[in-house]
């Protein structure tokens, strides 16, 4: 299993719609999660696609086909600005593998 | 707090010598993970606890690292001989089996390892 985030920084300006781009490789069925660091605070969980809910105005829609998480949100916030980590969750074991991250800075 | 608990929270030692990071779960998760970060990377996966059992020790761990969970509560990992290339951030977490929050990780504040 594998995780990909193409991109290792991605600014943005206040206002302007933000979509942080996470591609998978798994054989089984995935579980996938988006994980966020913000400065001086342990890693988080952010949401989840079996959820299938909007946190903090972040959505994130699992495509089958084309075997990507990407996660978006229409109006970015300054306090948006953290590191953000895609994470797949794979059977038997669950085991859990990150992605590289994508540190998003919102420019004010 | 009632929330993932890792020691020491940092540690710097020289090259050769051993070091041990301790790891306190949330009490009613049954799994344990212990992740390696360093700079511009994400969280690597290392080694995977049901309660006691180690289920999963990823490639990397050489046989200098070892980790225990001997009561299914709390978790140590130690590396013994350390190298420079040790050097991170030991991220540990720990999820519940059931209920809602089932396959998410708790993560602790992580240990940071200098090796001079």
């Known amino acids: 299993q594998r995780v990909t985030q193409p991109e290792k920084l991605l600014s943005v300006f206040k206002g302007a719609p933000v979509e942080l781009k996470c591609n998978y490789s798994y054989s089984g069925s995935p579980e996938l999660f988006w994980y966020v660091q913000y400065s001086r605070q342990r890693l988080q969980l952010l949401l989840r696609?079996?959820s299938r809910e909007s946190i903090k105005g972040f959505t994130a829609d699992l495509n089958k086909g084309e075997t990507s998480f990407h996660l978006k949100k229409p109006f970015a916030q300054e306090e948006d600005s953290a590191m953000y980590y895609c994470?797949?969750?794979?059977?038997?074991?669950?085991?859990?593998?990150f992605g590289i991250g994508t540190k998003l800075q919102v420019i004010p | 707090d009632t929330g993932v608990s890792q020691n020491p929270r940092h540690k710097i030692t020289k090259r050769g010598q051993n070091v041990t990071f301790r790891c306190d779960p949330i009490s009613e998760h049954n799994r344990l993970y212990w992740y390696r970060q360093t700079l511009g990377q994400g969280p690597e996966f290392l080694t995977y606890?049901?309660?006691?059992?180690?289920?999963?020790k990823s490639r990397l761990l050489s046989d200098r690292f070892s980790a225990e969970r001997p009561k299914g509560s709390f978790s140590t990992l130690e590396i013994q001989r350390t190298e420079q290339g040790d050097s991170a951030m030991y991220l540990c977490a720990s999820s519940p089996t059931s209920g809602g929050n089932t396959g998410e990780l708790f993560f602790g504040e992580g240990s940071r390892l200098t090796v001079l």
């Open positions: 606890f049901q309660n006691e059992a180690q289920l999963e």
């Open positions: 696609h079996i």
């Open positions: 994470a797949l969750l794979s059977g038997g074991y669950q085991k859990v593998t």
